[in-house]
T-cell receptor, first 113, second 114 residues
Framework: GENVEQHPSTLSVQEGDSAVIKCTYS??????FPWYKQELGKRPQLIID?????GEKKDQRIAVTLNKTAKHFSLHITETQPEDSAVYFC????????????FGKGTTLSVSS | DGGITQSPKYLFRKEGQNVTLSCEQN?????MYWYRQDPGQGLRLIYY???????QKGDIAEGYSVSREKKESFPLTVTSAQKNPTAFYLC?????????????FGPGTRLTVT
């Protein structure tokens, strides 16, 4: 079945550094790729998403890139801050299932000051 | 906070008992989803519903059942057939069943079965 691989599983950076999380997906028909952030004890919330007809999207310190040929997409966080510490999940749409998503296993990002 | 609620926040059950988790949304969203979250496993899709009176199995539907009798409600029953039911369960909804739409998550229910 469809699968999304996410790396790394943990990432520790110093405040002000950049952080990059990478995901690969298996279903070539996937066309929507959101990223969710889950702070400790809270529900996941969408931080950025990208559609298959776009190669890159940026929102302030966060950017996502998509390579459809290679079936991988990445989240880039610049100038990291302690409040960026959380678990980040990538996801890919399931072609035959409307808006249903397959999620990666998550990356725990720790930003130390 | 998003208009999607789950109750209770914590639930304890004895092995062999069925238990139903509540999910309600007042966002007028068409689509609703149930995910299971285990440490290091991400969010795994249990069931989803794109319209009232219709639902489809996700990756890990065995041992679970759902109903969608009303647009705003999508309860999940964890049956005694589910081999490892202890987990954190998240419900979500999106405005439409097709297209590129954000999923809004509820606060979750932590189920412990002993």
């Amino acid at each position: 079945g469809e699968n999304v691989e996410q790396h790394p599983s943990t990432l520790s950076v110093q405040e002000g550094d950049s952080a990059v999380i990478k995901c690969t997906y298996s279903d070539s028909a996937s066309n929507y790729f959101p990223w969710y952030k889950q702070e400790l004890g809270k529900r996941p919330q969408l931080i950025i998403d990208i559609r298959s007809n776009v190669g890159e999207k940026k929102d302030q310190r966060i950017a996502v890139t998509l390579n459809k040929t290679a079936k991988h997409f990445s989240l880039h966080i610049t100038e990291t801050q302690p409040e960026d510490s959380a678990v980040y999940f990538c996801a890919a749409s399931i072609e035959q299932a409307g808006t249903a998503l397959i999620f990666g296993k998550g990356t725990t990002l720790s930003v130390s000051s | 906070d998003g208009g999607i609620t789950q109750s209770p926040k914590y639930l304890f059950r004895k092995e062999g008992q069925n238990v139903t988790l509540s999910c309600e949304q007042n966002l007028n969203h068409d689509a609703m989803y149930w995910y299971r979250q285990d440490p290091g496993q991400g969010l795994r899709l249990i069931y989803y519903s794109q319209i009232v009176n219709d639902f489809q199995k996700g990756d890990i539907a065995e041992g679970y059942s759902v109903s969608r009798e009303k647009k705003e409600s999508f309860p999940l029953t964890v049956t005694s057939a589910q081999k490892n039911p202890t987990a954190f369960y998240l419900c979500a909804s999106s405005i439409a069943a097709t297209g590129f739409y954000e999923q809004y998550f509820g606060p979750g229910t932590r189920l412990t079965v002993t």
